[in-house]
């Protein structure tokens, strides 16, 4: 629980404790004090236990020489991990001040940047291939992919078949990306993020790196509506559950089941979104975008069929996406840097990459 409520980006969890050791032992500290729980604690890892789990730690580090050892404040169990490595002739560092120092050093790292260097924030209609330029321009520019670290496109539609990262793994995430791509940043070459709302998903943005984000100007990519529905045609059907169950790809009959549980999942979510944002989309134009969800289900069900769903994310752009998202950057009066198509912008960015060899 403690590891999944907040890590390391690449950490591994193998505990000197479980989960409920550690509870009988936290129960313990509250009622009789340290000394107390520290002797349950080793009362708990018999010999046995104690033998299991350092050599787990023994192979992990053998395969992972540079790995070093850290718990929640650098104290009893990371000294305990340490000291019973040594007796068996591992030696490994732990982290002085453990996680909490380090998550505390990567808050500071999201201000740090945040507040040194000023970004460029790719904007534009819904589904006018703007995770794809950043995706596009990764290997070559400082691009700080925030959708991705949240696992959410940053809509109602937004939720991705995987689950979000807790807050605290999401901003850590955000901190490391950041130290990794500093050494990219120089001339004309700054940190590129896309143009986001506070929260994506149930991830929200930090505040100083909202306000930059805010503050910075925009590099607006412009792509025609056909262009747009099929962006999002690939990337909410045909990359999905709802797709992959359709391929041709041979599978086994338990997979294929699976696969098409899941895609009546996701049309269900489609559903559920419209319904969340009826007050603003009104009665009329939400059953009409629910009438065009459900024969798209039938279509899927019954003949393999995926263009149907062209129609309603076709009517949630006019309807709902186009006019909430120029209506916000009208209110936000933000400064367009550059104006053009995915191509365009995409030159724009290379071509700055090449003033700044």
Known sequence: MEFEQGTLPRAVNLPILNDAERALVGTTYKMKGQEAAVTLGLQLISSEVKEKRVELWSQFLQAHPQAVLFCYR?????????????????????????????????????????????????????????????????????????????????????????????????????????????????????????????????????????????????????????????????????????????????????????????ALGLFKHYRSATLAIQRKLGGLRTQEIIEAIEVSESDFINRNALDGNRQWISLLLQYYYDPLYLGSLERRQVKVKFKGSFADCQSYFLSRAALSV
């Open 74 to 262: 650098g104290g009893k169990r990371s000294q305990y991990t340490q000291k019973w490595l040594h007796e068996i002739g591992v030696d490994r560092p732990l982290v002085e001040g453990g996680y909490k120092a380090i998550r505390n050093f990567l808050l500071g790292e999201i201000d740090r940047f945040s507040e040194e260097y000023s970004f460029d924030v790719v904007s534009g209609p819904t589904g006018s291939g703007k995770t794809l330029l950043l995706k596009s321009l990764d290997q070559t520019h400082p691009v700080l992919d925030l959708e991705g670290l949240a696992r959410h496109r940053g809509s109602a539609f937004g939720a991705r078949e995987i689950a979000q990262p807790s807050q605290a793994n999401f901003e850590n995430a955000a901190a490391v990306t950041m130290i990794q791509i500093e050494d990219r940043i120089s001339g004309e070459l700054v940190p590129i993020v896309e143009d986001e709302s506070r929260l994506i998903g149930k991830c929200y943005l930090p505040t100083k790196l909202f306000e930059r984000m805010r503050a910075s100007e925009v590099i607006w990519v412009d792509e025609q509506l056909e262009k747009r529905v099929d962006n999002i045609f690939a990337d909410y059907i045909l990359q999905t559950s709802i797709g992959l169950a359709c391929s041709n790809s041979p599978r086994c009959a338990e997979e294929s089941d699976i696969l098409r549980q899941q």
